[in-house]
C-alpha cells in the first residue's frame, strides 16, 4: 500500500466512518452469533460418554452494536444471564458485505498488503460465517499475504485496553495464519506513523472456522486509532470473516463447568445492544464419572454335589445408575491362606493344581444386557482349599460400566461385620466400604456417604443418602475454644461435673479409672492432649454422660469388650490396636456417640461365628447431647470415614 498517496483519506475517512457505523449500528437486524466449545473436546470415556468434568465456554460475535449479555441454562435449571459491556464494533465493514469499487480487492474499507502475483485475493460466498461473504486469501509464495483496514482505521485512545477478533478458516496452509494488530499516529509533519501492538495466535494446516482473539492495549501514547491486518505467511488458502475491534477487556465469552453424572443439555443464546435476540442453541452430552457400586447380596454356597465343604459358589450384586454395567464385568480372582496375593488356580476345583498369580478367572454370571442398572454376579464352583475360616479367604469381583468406569470389590467369606442401632446417623465423608456383608442389616437410620459408594452396608429403612456435602465436623481445638476454661487431670479420671484436660495421652486402666466411676453420677467433658486407650471396659450410670475429645488416635484393647461414653477424635478410632493375624475377638459392644476422621474395624469372630454376630456392635444414645449442652456449644454425631 502507498500510504503517501492515501494520507488525506486516513484523515477524512475515520470521521465519516465513525457516523456511517454508528447509524448502521442501531439500525441493525442481525443478532449475535455464539459458540460453545467443549473441554474435553471429546468424550473421553467410552460409549460417548465423558469420565471427567466438561468446562463449557459460551462465545459470543456480535458485528454492530456488540454483544450485551450471554445467556445459558444447564438442563431444566433456571436461565443464566451473562452482561457484557464495551462490545460496540469499530470495525469497518466487519463481515465485508459491502463491495467497494475503489478497495483493491473490491471490498469497503478494506485493502490487500503484498501484491506479488504470487496470490488471488477475492470476495467469496461459498465459505462464510456471517451473513454471506468472506475474503479469500489463496497464495503459493512464501511471504506474509494480508488484508488490512489502515484507511479507514478504527478510533482509539493512548493507553485504552482493547480487544480483537477475527473467524479463520485455512486449506493445506504451510504457514501460519493470525492477525497483527497496530496503532495509528501521526509525527511532527503530520504524517501518519504505524506502530504494531501485538498478534494473535496462529492456526495452519486444514481447519474448520475458528474465531482468534488477541487481547492488547494501545501503547503508544499519541495514537489516534487502530486497524487490523490479518493475513497467511507462506502458501495456502485462508478465509477470512467476522472481524471485531472494541474496547472490552476481554472477548464476550464465559465460562462454567458441569461436574454431575447424568445426561444433560445445555441451552444458550445472546443478545445484542441494540435488542437483537439470537435463537437459541441447545448442545448434549453425558457424563459418567462414578464406577459401579453398592455392592450387596452377597453369599457363599455349596452345590448339591461336593467334591467338599470348601468348594463354593460365591455371588453378589452391583450397580452402576449412570451409563449401566458393561458385558466386560465377567471375571473373578480369589486367594487363601496358601496365597497371600490375587490371582487363581489354572483348575479352579482343584487347590493341587498351578497357582498362578494376578490372574482373572471367567464369571458364570447370567446374561444381561448391555447398559442394565443392576447385576448378579456368580462365580463357579471354586476350591478355597480348606475348612479354616478363622483366615479370611477372600473373593475380588470386577465391575466395568458403559463408560469404562471399573471398580474391584473383596468379599471375605464368613467375615466380620458392625451393627449399630439407636436410631443415630451412620455417616462417612468418603463413602462407607465393608469387607464382608452382614446377616442382618448393619444399621436402623439413615445412611449417609460423601459419595456414591456404600457397599455391604444396609439399613432396615433403606435409608441412603449419597454424595452428600456433610455440614462441617468441628476438630478439637474448635471444640475446645466453645467449651468451657478445662481444669487439668494428671493420672485419675475425676467422678465430679466439668471441663477437664490431660495433656499427653492417657490410658483408660484400672489404675486411672475409680472404682465407683461406674455408679457416680456426673457430666463431664475430657479433653485429652494426645492419644486416649481403652485397656479396660468403660460404663456409667443412667444420669451420667462423659464426652472425650482427643487429638490424637483413639486405640481400644482387643480384650476389651464394652465401652459406654461418647469420644470426639481427631485422629483414626481402633477396635482393636493389639490384635495380629488369626486372632479370635469378642464382640465389641460400644453405646453413645463416636466421632473420628477414620474407624479402623480391627475384630473378627472367625469363621462361621462371625454369620449371625457382629464384630463391632454400636447403639447411639441422644443423652450425651442433652447433658452435655452447658458445657459444650457443639454436637457431632457423624463419622468422618470408614475401612
Same mark, same amino acid.
Not at 144 to 166: C, D, F, G, K, R
Not at 610 to 636: C, H, M, Q, W
Given at each position: 500500500? @502507498?500510504?503517501?498517496?492515501?494520507?488525506?483519506?486516513?484523515?477524512?475517512?475515520?470521521?465519516?466512518?465513525?457516523?456511517?457505523?454508528?447509524?448502521?449500528?442501531?439500525?441493525?437486524?442481525?443478532?449475535?452469533?455464539?459458540?460453545?466449545?467443549?473441554?474435553?473436546?471429546?468424550?473421553?470415556?467410552? @460409549?460417548?460418554?465423558?469420565?471427567?468434568?466438561?468446562?463449557?465456554?459460551?462465545?459470543?460475535?456480535?458485528?454492530?452494536?456488540?454483544?450485551?449479555?450471554?445467556?445459558?441454562?444447564?438442563? +431444566?435449571?433456571?436461565?443464566?444471564?451473562?452482561?457484557?459491556?464495551?462490545?460496540?464494533?469499530?470495525?469497518?465493514?466487519?463481515?465485508?458485505?459491502?463491495?467497494?469499487?475503489? +478497495?483493491?480487492?473490491?471490498?469497503?474499507?478494506?485493502?490487500?498488503?503484498?501484491?506479488?502475483?504470487?496470490?488471488?485475493?477475492?470476495?467469496?460466498?461459498?465459505?462464510?460465517?456471517?451473513?454471506?461473504? +468472506?475474503?479469500?486469501?489463496?497464495?503459493?509464495?512464501?511471504?506474509?499475504?494480508?488484508?488490512?483496514?489502515?484507511?479507514?482505521?478504527?478510533?482509539?485512545?493512548?493507553?485504552?485496553?482493547?480487544?480483537?477478533?477475527?473467524?479463520?478458516?485455512?486449506?493445506?496452509?504451510?504457514?501460519?495464519?493470525?492477525?497483527?494488530?497496530?496503532?495509528?499516529?501521526?509525527?511532527?509533519?503530520?504524517?501518519?506513523?504505524?506502530?504494531?501492538?501485538?498478534?494473535?495466535?496462529?492456526?495452519?494446516?486444514?481447519?474448520?472456522?475458528?474465531?482468534?482473539?488477541?487481547?492488547?492495549?494501545?501503547?503508544?501514547?499519541?495514537?489516534?486509532?487502530?486497524?487490523?491486518?490479518?493475513?497467511?505467511?507462506?502458501?495456502?488458502?485462508?478465509?477470512?470473516?467476522?472481524?471485531?475491534?472494541?474496547?472490552?477487556?476481554?472477548?464476550?465469552?464465559?465460562?462454567?463447568?458441569?461436574?454431575?453424572?447424568? @445426561?444433560?443439555?445445555?441451552?444458550?443464546?445472546?443478545?445484542?445492544?441494540?435488542?437483537?435476540?439470537?435463537?437459541?442453541?441447545?448442545?448434549?452430552?453425558?457424563?459418567?464419572?462414578?464406577?459401579?457400586?453398592?455392592?450387596?447380596?452377597?453369599?457363599?454356597?455349596?452345590?448339591?454335589?461336593?467334591?467338599?465343604?470348601?468348594?463354593?459358589?460365591?455371588?453378589?450384586?452391583?450397580?452402576?445408575?449412570?451409563?449401566?454395567?458393561?458385558?466386560?464385568?465377567?471375571?473373578?480372582?480369589?486367594?487363601?491362606?496358601?496365597?497371600?496375593?490375587?490371582?487363581?488356580?489354572?483348575?479352579?476345583?482343584?487347590?493341587?493344581?498351578?497357582?498362578?498369580?494376578?490372574?482373572?478367572?471367567?464369571?458364570?454370571?447370567?446374561?444381561?444386557?448391555?447398559?442394565?442398572?443392576?447385576?448378579?454376579?456368580?462365580?463357579?464352583?471354586?476350591?478355597?482349599?480348606?475348612?479354616?475360616?478363622?483366615?479370611?479367604?477372600?473373593?475380588?469381583?470386577?465391575?466395568?460400566?458403559?463408560?469404562?468406569?471399573?471398580?474391584?470389590?473383596?468379599?471375605?467369606?464368613?467375615?466380620?461385620?458392625?451393627?449399630?442401632?439407636?436410631?443415630?446417623?451412620?455417616?462417612?465423608?468418603?463413602?462407607? @466400604?465393608?469387607?464382608?456383608?452382614?446377616?442382618?442389616?448393619?444399621?436402623?437410620?439413615?445412611?449417609?456417604?460423601?459419595?456414591?459408594?456404600?457397599?455391604?452396608?444396609? +439399613?432396615?429403612?433403606?435409608?441412603?443418602?449419597?454424595?452428600?456435602?456433610?455440614?462441617?465436623?468441628?476438630?478439637?481445638?474448635?471444640?475446645?475454644?466453645?467449651?468451657?476454661?478445662?481444669?487439668?487431670?494428671?493420672?485419675?479420671?475425676?467422678?465430679?461435673?466439668?471441663?477437664?484436660?490431660?495433656?499427653?495421652?492417657?490410658?483408660?486402666?484400672?489404675?486411672?479409672?475409680?472404682?465407683?466411676?461406674?455408679?457416680?453420677?456426673?457430666?463431664?467433658?475430657?479433653?485429652?492432649?494426645?492419644?486416649?486407650?481403652?485397656?479396660?471396659?468403660?460404663?456409667?450410670?443412667?444420669?451420667?454422660?462423659?464426652?472425650?475429645?482427643?487429638?490424637?488416635?483413639?486405640?481400644?484393647?482387643?480384650?476389651?469388650?464394652?465401652?459406654?461414653?461418647?469420644?470426639?477424635?481427631?485422629?483414626?478410632?481402633?477396635?482393636?490396636?493389639?490384635?495380629?493375624?488369626?486372632?479370635?475377638?469378642?464382640?465389641?459392644?460400644?453405646?453413645?456417640?463416636?466421632?473420628?476422621?477414620?474407624?479402623?474395624?480391627?475384630?473378627?469372630?472367625?469363621?462361621?461365628?462371625?454369620?449371625?454376630?457382629?464384630?463391632?456392635?454400636?447403639?447411639?444414645?441422644?443423652?450425651?447431647?442433652?447433658?452435655?449442652?452447658?458445657?459444650?456449644?457443639?454436637?457431632?454425631?457423624?463419622?468422618?470415614?470408614?475401612?
Amino acid at each position: 500500500m @502507498n500510504f503517501r498517496k492515501t494520507a488525506l483519506a486516513v484523515i477524512l475517512l475515520p470521521l465519516l466512518f465513525i457516523s456511517v457505523s454508528q447509524q448502521s449500528v442501531y439500525a441493525s437486524k442481525t443478532p449475535p452469533y455464539t459458540t460453545l466449545t467443549k473441554t474435553p473436546a471429546l468424550p473421553n470415556g467410552l @460409549n460417548d460418554w465423558y469420565i471427567t468434568p466438561v468446562n463449557i465456554i459460551l462465545a459470543a460475535t456480535d458485528l454492530d452494536s456488540g454483544v450485551g449479555s450471554i445467556n445459558y441454562k444447564i438442563d +431444566s435449571g433456571n436461565w443464566v444471564t451473562v452482561t457484557k459491556s464495551d462490545t460496540l464494533n469499530l470495525a469497518p465493514n466487519p463481515s465485508f458485505e459491502v463491495a467497494g469499487s475503489g +478497495s483493491s480487492i473490491n471490498t469497503l474499507y478494506w485493502e490487500a498488503g503484498l501484491q506479488d502475483g504470487q496470490t488471488v485475493y477475492s470476495r467469496n460466498t461459498l465459505n462464510y460465517v456471517f451473513d454471506a461473504t +468472506s475474503i479469500k486469501i489463496n497464495s503459493s509464495g512464501t511471504g506474509w499475504h494480508s488484508i488490512n483496514h489502515a484507511v479507514s482505521y478504527s478510533a482509539a485512545n493512548p493507553l485504552s485496553n482493547m480487544n480483537a477478533e477475527v473467524w479463520l478458516k485455512t486449506e493445506s496452509a504451510l504457514g501460519s495464519a493470525y492477525f497483527k494488530m497496530f496503532a495509528v499516529s501521526k509525527d511532527i509533519n503530520d504524517n501518519f506513523v504505524y506502530t504494531e501492538l501485538g498478534q494473535s495466535t496462529a492456526i495452519n494446516g486444514t481447519t474448520t472456522w475458528t474465531k482468534v482473539t488477541e487481547a492488547f492495549v494501545v501503547s503508544v501514547p499519541d495514537a489516534i486509532g487502530v486497524y487490523m491486518e490479518v493475513g497467511l505467511e507462506g502458501a495456502g488458502i485462508l478465509y477470512i470473516d467476522g472481524a471485531t475491534i472494541n474496547n472490552a477487556l476481554k472477548s464476550a465469552d464465559t465460562s462454567f463447568t458441569v461436574s454431575t453424572d447424568g @445426561n444433560h443439555i445445555i441451552s444458550y443464546y445472546s443478545v445484542d445492544r441494540s435488542g437483537n435476540i439470537e435463537p437459541t442453541r441447545t448442545e448434549s452430552f453425558k457424563i459418567d464419572q462414578s464406577p459401579p457400586t453398592n455392592w450387596r447380596n452377597s453369599n457363599a454356597y455349596r452345590g448339591l454335589i461336593g467334591p467338599s465343604d470348601h468348594h463354593l459358589y460365591v455371588t453378589t450384586m452391583v450397580d452402576d445408575l449412570t451409563s449401566g454395567l458393561s458385558t466386560l464385568t465377567d471375571k473373578f480372582q480369589y486367594h487363601t491362606d496358601r496365597n497371600p496375593e490375587f490371582g487363581t488356580y489354572s483348575d479352579l476345583m482343584q487347590c493341587s493344581s498351578g497357582w498362578e498369580a494376578n490372574t482373572w478367572a471367567p464369571l458364570i454370571s447370567p446374561p444381561f444386557v448391555p447398559g442394565t442398572t443392576t447385576v448378579t454376579l456368580l462365580t463357579p464352583k471354586t476350591d478355597f482349599c480348606d475348612s479354616n475360616w478363622k483366615i479370611c479367604k477372600t473373593v475380588r469381583f470386577y465391575a466395568e460400566d458403559l463408560a469404562g468406569n471399573s471398580s474391584i470389590k473383596d468379599l471375605c467369606i464368613n467375615g466380620p461385620w458392625i451393627k449399630l442401632r439407636g436410631g443415630g446417623l451412620a455417616g462417612s465423608r468418603l463413602g462407607i @466400604n465393608m469387607l464382608s456383608e452382614s446377616s442382618d442389616n448393619n444399621t436402623d437410620s439413615v445412611i449417609e456417604a460423601g459419595n456414591n459408594n456404600v457397599s455391604f452396608f444396609t +439399613s432396615t429403612e433403606g435409608w441412603v443418602v449419597k454424595n452428600n456435602i456433610s455440614v462441617k465436623d468441628s476438630n478439637y481445638l474448635e471444640i475446645m475454644s466453645s467449651a468451657r476454661t478445662p481444669v487439668e487431670i494428671f493420672s485419675t479420671l475425676p467422678i465430679t461435673d466439668g471441663v477437664y484436660i490431660k495433656n499427653g495421652d492417657f490410658t483408660i486402666s484400672t489404675t486411672s479409672l475409680p472404682k465407683d466411676y461406674g455408679t457416680s453420677t456426673f457430666k463431664q467433658i475430657v479433653f485429652v492432649n494426645g492419644n486416649l486407650r481403652f485397656d479396660k471396659e468403660i460404663v456409667l450410670a443412667p444420669s451420667s454422660a462423659v464426652l472425650f475429645v482427643v487429638s490424637g488416635n483413639v486405640e481400644i484393647r482387643k480384650t476389651v469388650s464394652e465401652i459406654n461414653c461418647a469420644i470426639h477424635a481427631d485422629g483414626t478410632f481402633y477396635t482393636a490396636y493389639d490384635t495380629t493375624e488369626g486372632d479370635q475377638t469378642g464382640t465389641l459392644r460400644l453405646r453413645g456417640v463416636f466421632v473420628a476422621d477414620k474407624f479402623i474395624f480391627q475384630r473378627t469372630l472367625q469363621g462361621t461365628d462371625n454369620v449371625e454376630d457382629p464384630s463391632e456392635d454400636f447403639t447411639y444414645e441422644p443423652k450425651y447431647g442433652n447433658l452435655l449442652r452447658e458445657y459444650v456449644g457443639i454436637n457431632a454425631v457423624r463419622w468422618l470415614s470408614t475401612e
